[in-house]
């Protein structure tokens, strides 16, 4: 098993930037396709963004592409969300998740693919 520890979380205005991070310990981060999801209150968890095995290949939410960015070191055994031009609607706990059972090259953007979570950080943004 893998265990994740996200950072990164905090209150930012309109427009402004975060970058989180999603550090893995206990298995090799290269062996897992990564995902991030955000849970705003009263809603369902929902897909942000996702990274294969390699991070060759990367998927986005609508709502999100072109503003969020994900990455990852797998010697540092870190995946990471860079968050730009950020929106009160981006409000959320975000979660990074890890899936062992990958295709190289592939993206999984259901939460139900994802054995292993984080506990989450929460991201605030004010208009």
């Known amino acids: 098993q893998v265990q994740l520890v996200e950072s990164g979380g905090g209150l930012v205005q309109a427009g402004g930037s975060l970058r989180l991070s999603c550090a893995a310990s206990?298995?090799?981060?290269?062996?897992?396709?990564m995902g991030w999801f955000r849970q705003a209150p009263g809603k369902e968890r929902e897909f942000v963004a996702a990274i294969s095995l390699s991070g060759g290949s990367t998927e986005y939410a609508d709502s999100v592409k072109g503003r969020f960015t994900v990455s990852r070191d797998n010697a540092k055994k870190t995946v990471y969300l860079q968050m730009n031009s950020l929106k009160p609607e981006d409000t959320a706990v975000y979660y990074c998740a890890a899936r062992l059972t990958a295709y190289r090259g592939r993206t999984y953007s259901i939460h139900e693919d994802y054995v292993n979570w984080g506990q989450g950080t929460q991201v605030t943004v004010s208009s």
């Open positions: 206990g298995r090799t981060l290269s062996n897992y396709a």
